[in-house]
């Protein structure tokens, strides 16, 4: 997608809402949480630098609730009609065939001839003051997009029409949309702000379908601006000013695109085509952007088939909330439980993850499992984490559990080789006690747990430790 300071990430929602509610505006109200993130969304991390100057840090692969796209057809049958794409082959049939810059771009006096002729809404005196049609933004953003997808042909430093058909393809149109994006490296919006910002701008709205208004989203780019950018509170206090309308105008271009549209609430949200493309562009970037129709299959699952599905790494992450959205939260912690329950550590991580998602309203079924032998210390953790009443845990019941998501890896296609980055434990030092006390663990897996991390651990003090533990554990069987 276009650069960010966030790349790949989205405004926290959970603060969006405070910053609405601050505002009098109700613009999240019942509004789904960040993908991935629980209600109140993920804290910020810092993503790609460009002109920002953040800090760069792995991009985060996220997971975006499912979406319903229109129909393809119909799709495609509005791209022609969207302003970037009508002026875009009106400036190709305009050009024809003529003679280009050293720079494969029109002559000034022929782009200021095309501003004219095609009546672009850019001011005179930007027309008169450029000293080359790249000086020009948005006719040099039609000219890219009318070269790119093909609109006009550039051999040499000639330029001759290409086709002109009536129709559109959906390729057509994530060309155009990849064209538009690109342009935010070098200055797309007219706001380095926003362009820095405009991936999770995006990705937001790609979230909250009803739309986000406007004095929300500044408040949204102000926060990760804020954040990921480390920007000082000179440079917050000038952007407080000047952000709301760069904004407006980048939002007045984004629509131009065929990227927005304004809803009768004033709010700003993505078209059927913006939805589309910027779907297009998360799937690139390898994050989870599932369509409703593609999530749905999960919603009749059974528990069991929901685990096995998602263990063997076939289930798509939004599935669980497609999954738990069908049942009642107790109906959904009775199921989980039974499998965590009776199945192996593997399977019993997999439903732990997902009763992780659950809250309060689930208590009654996790109260019940705190009589079961093998999930009653996964039921206390889980109600002392929503600060409900529960049995204590002792170190030995750590223990246990740390045994229990060891092996755990041990039923993941490919789970041992993962040691190194597998970090349920808080340190080495931790991870070598446990692998001293593991022998006198009253797991079923310990012993297979230790000889996997003889075999696989990376540090090799503790695939050392975990053989003599492992040799320990083994004379303690026998004798």
Same mark, same amino acid.
């Given at each position: 997608?276009?650069?960010?300071? =966030?790349?790949? =990430?989205?405004?926290?929602?959970?603060?969006?809402?405070?910053?609405?509610?601050?505002?009098?505006?109700?613009?999240?109200?019942?509004?789904?949480?960040?993908?991935?993130?629980?209600?109140?969304g993920p804290d910020h991390a810092g993503g790609d630098a460009v002109a920002c100057g953040c800090p760069d840090c792995d991009a985060e692969v996220l997971s975006f609730p499912p979406v319903a796209l229109a129909d393809s057809a119909e799709l495609a049958a509005a791209v022609p009609g969207v302003p970037l794409v009508a002026d875009a082959r009106r400036l190709a049939a305009w050009t024809g065939t003529r003679e280009l810059t050293a720079e494969r771009l029109l002559p000034l006096a022929e782009a200021r001839a095309a501003v004219a002729d095609l009546g672009l809404p850019i001011p005179g005196d930007a027309v008169a003051a450029a000293g080359s049609a790249r000086d020009l933004p948005l006719l040099h953003l039609l000219w890219v997009v009318a070269v790119n997808t093909g609109l006009v042909r550039i051999t040499g430093m000639l330029a001759e029409p290409g086709p002109l058909a009536d129709t559109a393809t959906m390729d057509f149109w994530d060309?155009?949309?990849?064209?538009?994006?690109?342009?935010?490296?070098?200055?797309?919006?007219?706001?380095?702000? @926003?362009?820095?910002?405009?991936?999770?701008?995006?990705?937001?709205?790609?979230? @909250?379908?009803?739309?986000?208004?406007?004095?929300?989203? @500044?408040?949204?780019?102000?926060?990760?601006?804020?954040?990921?950018?480390?920007?000082?509170?000179?440079?917050?206090?000038?952007?407080?000013?000047?952000?709301?309308?760069?904004?407006?105008?980048?939002?007045?271009?984004?629509?131009?695109?065929?990227?927005?549209?304004?809803?009768?609430?004033a709010r700003h949200r993505l078209t059927p085509l913006g939805l589309w493309a910027v779907r297009q562009d998360l799937l690139r970037e390898g994050h989870d952007a599932p369509t409703v129709e593609e999530v749905a299959v999960f919603a009749d699952l059974g528990a069991a088939e929901l685990v096995d599905t998602l263990l063997a790494g076939d289930g798509a992450p939004s599935a669980v909330s497609v999954w738990l959205e069908?049942?009642?939260?107790?109906?959904a912690a009775r199921e989980l439980i039974e499998v965590a329950a009776s199945g192996t550590p593997g399977r019993r991580a997999t439903a732990v993850t997902v009763l992780e998602e659950l809250g309060p309203e689930a208590e009654a079924p996790f109260r019940a499992a705190l009589g079961h032998p093998v999930v009653w210390r996964y039921a206390a953790s889980w109600l002392h984490v929503r600060d409900l009443p529960a049995p204590a845990l002792s170190p030995e019941d750590g223990d246990w559990i740390a045994v229990d998501t060891l092996a755990s890896l041990l039923y993941v296609e490919g789970g041992p080789e993962e040691m190194a980055g597998f970090d349920v434990l808080a340190s080495q030092e931790e991870l070598a006690r446990l692998v001293e006390e593991m022998p006198g663990v009253d797991h079923p897996d310990a012993l297979p747990a230790l000889d996997m991390l003889a075999a696989h651990h990376p540090d090799g003090e503790i695939a050392k430790a975990a053989r003599k533990s492992a040799m320990r554990a083994r004379s303690q069987a026998i004798g």
């Open positions: 997608m276009a650069k960010s300071a =966030n790349k790949g =990430n989205v405004f926290d929602l959970g603060e969006l809402r405070r910053a609405a509610g601050d505002l009098g505006l109700d613009d999240l109200t019942g509004m789904p949480g960040v993908p991935g993130a629980g209600a109140e060309g155009v949309v990849m064209d538009v994006l690109d342009r935010a490296d070098e200055g797309l919006t007219g706001s380095a702000v @926003v362009d820095d910002h405009l991936a999770e701008m995006l990705a937001t709205m790609y979230s @909250v379908s009803a739309g986000i208004a406007e004095p929300t989203l @500044v408040k949204g780019i102000l926060q990760s601006h804020e954040v990921a950018c480390e920007a000082r509170p000179d440079d917050m206090r000038r952007l407080a000013v000047t952000l709301p309308g760069e904004l407006s105008r980048a939002l007045a271009l984004l629509a131009y695109c065929g990227l927005l549209e304004e809803t009768a609430g069908r049942r009642t939260p107790e109906a």
